[in-house]
């Protein structure tokens, strides 16, 4: 008997010395990503006040002013990342996202570089000349601008899919952008996949 309770106390720290090892090998997993700067959380983007931002204001059709819930997702044809988030919106209600193609030379190149991706043309936007992304005050691809009512209520960096998610759906908002309170917070960010404008 003796014998048995020796084997379950030798089980019991082999296991809790493994669920330590373990512990530390997370720890260390996360510390490489941020020392080498792989961290998947978004980069808060400023928007301009100075002037209007409703999205018909900066070249975008006049009806989404009126969305209660709209993204506006910018991507572009030299971005890899880019291409992991168009391809991660076959899978997902594209309904309340309006794609921004960025650094297209052409509106056939953009629609063309989307066209794999199941998103409709019909919402879609080839900025050629870049006014769009100006008008907002973005720099980078992937981002994201959130209108909350009309009211551009966030932008950030999109640095995967995984990220841009929650964010499609009114429901699934994070609290800080839930519509009782409009007030964005920033939430954290990350420089990984992003492409200067």
Same mark, same amino acid.
């Given at each position: 008997?003796?014998?048995?309770?020796?084997?379950?106390?030798?089980?019991?720290?082999?296991?809790?010395?493994?669920?330590?090892?373990?512990?530390?090998?997370?720890?260390?997993?996360?510390?490489?990503?941020?020392?080498?700067?792989?961290?998947?959380?978004?980069?808060?983007?400023?928007?301009?006040?100075?002037?209007?931002?409703?999205?018909?204001?900066?070249?975008?059709?006049?009806?989404?002013?009126?969305?209660?819930?709209?993204?506006?997702?910018?991507?572009?044809?030299?971005?890899?990342?880019?291409?992991?988030?168009?391809?991660?919106?076959?899978?997902?209600?594209?309904?309340?996202?309006?794609? #921004?193609?960025?650094?297209?030379?052409?509106?056939?190149?953009?629609?063309?570089?989307?066209?794999?991706?199941?998103?409709?043309?019909?919402?879609?936007?080839?900025?050629?000349?870049?006014?769009?992304?100006?008008?907002?005050?973005?720099?980078?691809?992937?981002?994201?601008?959130?209108?909350?009512?009309?009211?551009?209520?966030?932008?950030?960096? #999109?640095?995967?899919?995984?990220?841009?998610?929650?964010?499609?759906?009114?429901?699934?908002?994070?609290?800080?952008?839930?519509?009782?309170?409009?007030?964005?917070?920033?939430?954290?960010?990350?420089?990984?996949?992003?492409?200067?404008?």
């Amino acid at each position: 008997m003796i014998f048995l309770w020796v084997v379950v106390g030798v089980l019991c720290l082999l296991t809790a010395v493994c669920l330590l090892a373990l512990i530390d090998q997370f720890r260390t997993l996360e510390l490489i990503r941020t020392k080498i700067k792989l961290e998947d959380t978004p980069e808060p983007l400023p928007l301009p006040r100075e002037r209007s931002l409703l999205p018909s204001s900066v070249g975008l059709p006049q009806a989404l002013d009126r969305e209660n819930h709209l993204v506006v997702l910018f991507l572009s044809t030299t971005c890899t990342t880019c291409r992991t988030i168009a391809d991660g919106l076959r899978s997902a209600s594209t309904a309340s996202v309006w794609v #921004v193609m960025e650094h297209a030379r052409t509106v056939e190149e953009g629609l063309a570089w989307l066209a794999t991706s199941g998103i409709s043309a019909e919402r879609v936007t080839v900025d050629v000349g870049g006014r769009i992304a100006e008008g907002l005050g973005i720099t980078v691809t992937p981002s994201m601008v959130l209108y909350q009512s009309g009211e551009a209520a966030l932008a950030q960096t #999109v640095p995967s899919y995984r990220q841009l998610e929650p964010l499609l759906s009114a429901r699934t908002l994070p609290q800080p952008l839930k519509p009782q309170s409009l007030k964005p917070q920033p939430l954290k960010y990350a420089k990984e996949g992003t492409i200067r404008v």
